[in-house]
């Protein structure tokens, strides 16, 4: 590993150990995330993304995702996306319906891979009033560690926040954090499975701030 490589992994580490802010009141959750992942190259540089995830606990499902998109390739390492997003939640039954607008790049250093995600999100919400904005930035890197590259270590941070009050919802300011540790196993040169821990804050501004613990199993195919 270069020690440019070393670096970015080490400050990224920083970043994550002290990413979430301390609250007196916080309620601990758990659950188990399961993500299917469908990325087709369409004729003209487009793409089509499609994503389903649906989230369980101890009660059965608690949330659903589902997430089509569109994409254009400006350069190889560089895609914009304008997608739709309708994300029900359980017991009690809210729906959620999301337009978003994506910019996905992608950056190689050494044997390093870094992806920058930046994604603007207008969210339609059951029983809130207007439309809440909220901004969303990932970074993520993964690393080869066996000779073939067949096995990668994954590690990234995903900071929200939302840009707007809206009535009964959403307030404006920090909306939560997600940190991530997982292994990634190249299937194919299309298809990967990837299993990993997610811990996510979520500032709550009307309750107890909630801090949960995720199982995440990824399954991502290229086409």
């Keep these: 590993m270069t020690k440019g490589g070393e ?59 589902l997430r089509p998109a569109i994409g254009y390739q400006v350069v ?11 994300i029900p939640s359980f017991d009690p039954f809210k729906s959620e319906n999301r337009s978003y607008q994506e910019s996905l790049l992608e950056t190689p250093v050494g044997e390093l891979r870094m992806i920058n995600r930046t994604r603007f999100e207008q969210r339609f919400i059951e029983g809130v009033d207007g439309v809440s904005l909220r901004l969303r930035h990932m970074l993520r890197f993964t690393y080869p560690i066996d000779s073939a590259r067949t096995w990668l270590a994954a590690i990234s941070d995903e900071l929200f926040v939302n840009c ?30 990837e299993v990993g821990y997610l811990h996510q804050f979520q500032k709550k501004p009307s309750a107890d701030d909630v801090s949960s613990s995720n199982a995440v199993v990824s399954l991502d195919v290229a086409f």
Excluded: C
């Excluded at 670096?7 to 399961?34: C, K, M, N, Y």
């Excluded at 190889?76 to 309708?86: A, F, H, K, R, V």
């Excluded at 707007?164 to 990634?184: E, I, K």
């Design 7 to 65: 670096r970015a992994l080490l400050a990224l580490a920083v970043l994550l150990l002290g990413g979430a802010p301390a609250r007196a009141s916080l309620t601990h959750e758990g659950q188990g995330w399961f993500q299917g992942i469908a990325r087709v190259s369409l004729p003209q540089r487009f793409k089509l993304w499609l994503e389903v995830q649906p989230r369980v606990d101890g009660d059965g499902m608690s949330q659903l995702v």
């Design 76 to 86: 190889p390492s560089w895609t914009l996306y304008q997608g739709y997003g309708w």
């Design 164 to 193: 707007n009050d809206a009535t009964g919802g959403p307030q404006a300011g920090f909306d939560q954090n997600r940190v991530y540790l997982g292994v990634r196993r190249q299937l194919t040169p299309t298809s990967a499975l």
